[in-house]
């Protein structure tokens, strides 16, 4: 594996315990995880509750903030480190097939980003943000798990696929 997928990697995984962190820190208002967390999505009443407790609590602008910037470049790193690793790892394959499964880690990057833009309209509404809007992000963190999770084990079998001498291209 090269040296900048390793650097990407790490830089990652840097950002993912800073997000996790920042979120159980300070963002974790009422039991209520921030919304990027929620694995199965959340529901209406539930993303109205916390909109209204961090309003009141003051977070809304560190979530808009530090929290959606640091969740803007960690899905663009981690997408290139899972795309990288896909690419080198399965040298093997036929250059289209490997194109296509390197291209995968992108759709987790597009729903995450989709996803983000969506959680940003709903903290500027607050509380008063149309329940459309909420299953509409909900929707995309769900689908952006399931992309991720697709991404993921597409990058553990090209790197079991590859040979272990360590060779790459």
Known sequence: MSRILKITGGLSAVLFVFLVVL?????EQGGFAVFDAHFGGYSVEGAREYLAELAQAGRTDLYLGVFRWVDTVFPLLLSFTLAGVIWTQAW????????LVALTPCFYLGLDLAENAAIAHMLQ???QVSAGAILQASAYTVAKWICLALAMLLAVWAWR???RSGASS
């Open 23 to 27: 979120g159980k820190g300070w963002l």
């Open 161 to 163: 696929l590859s040979p």
């Open 125 to 127: 509404f607050g509380p």
């Open 92 to 99: 093997g394959m036929p250059v289209a097939v490997r194109g």
